[in-house]
């Protein structure tokens, strides 16, 4: 879970009694890659598709994506120390 949303639930969600007896652990249970989609159905797919690509580029050569996102996060399917941030854009169709 995200430490953020962890938080939350746990400032908002919990007894003050409970939320005390909680730490935070930074060991992940899992990984998980993230993945974007855009429906088929949707004629503008495409073009969704590479304005999301073409912001992820631009994010990736200012910077600002590290600064957005963990290092040991895995990005677009890979965990890979030999690949940088965004090195893999959106390219794959899937019918479904």
Not at 42 to 61: I, V
Not at 67 to 74: A, E, N, S, T
Request: glycine share 10%; charged share 25%; hydrophobic share 35%.
């Amino acid at each position: 879970m995200d430490p953020v949303v962890g938080e939350h639930i746990i400032d908002n969600e919990l007894p003050l009694i409970v939320a005390g007896q909680i730490t935070f652990d930074p060991t992940p249970v899992r990984e998980a890659a993230y993945h974007v989609l855009f429906s088929g159905g949707n004629p503008k797919a495409e073009s969704l598709r590479d304005r999301f690509n073409d912001g992820l580029a631009t994010l990736k050569a200012t910077g600002r994506l590290k600064q957005l996102l963990p290092d040991d996060l895995p990005l677009l399917g890979f965990s890979s120390e030999s690949k940088k941030w965004g090195d893999t854009p959106c390219t794959e169709k899937h019918s479904g």
